[in-house]
């Protein structure tokens, strides 16, 4: 099963409102999801989004893909970068090696 991490439709007629949703990739845009994330209000201008940071990264951990708009909120947000910094900051502590002395 490829789970994907995308936009459902709410709202009423011009006035859009879209939740963030993990889904199952097999599944129609409106039609049954797995869990809820978020929320995206384009039209409302500066509080446009409402996330649930780690549930985020939870799924993205375990292998769910963002569509394209849903990565661009997300970048926005800042999780994805928030998410960088951690990976690179354990890579970087794995990859540093502590400097054993010598006795002589």
Same mark, same amino acid.
């Given at each position: 099963?490829?789970?994907?991490? *995308?936009?459902? *439709? ?24 797995? $869990?809820?994330?978020? !929320? ?24 769910? !893909? ?18 960088? $910094? !951690? ?13 054993? $002395?010598?006795? $002589?």
């Amino acid at each position: 099963m490829a789970v994907v991490i *995308r936009l459902r *439709r709410a709202g009423r007629k011009k006035a859009p409102m879209y939740r963030i949703v993990v889904a199952d990739s097999r599944m129609p845009r409106d039609g049954k999801f797995i $869990e809820v994330i978020g !929320q995206y209000t384009p039209r409302t201008g500066d509080k446009a989004v409402t996330l649930k940071g780690e549930r985020a990264n939870y799924w993205l951990d375990n292998g769910a !893909q963002p569509s394209d708009t849903v990565r661009s909120i997300l970048r926005k947000a800042g999780v994805l970068k928030a998410r960088h $910094e !951690q990976r690179l900051a354990v890579k970087m502590a794995a990859k540093a090696v502590p400097v054993s $002395e010598t006795s $002589e």
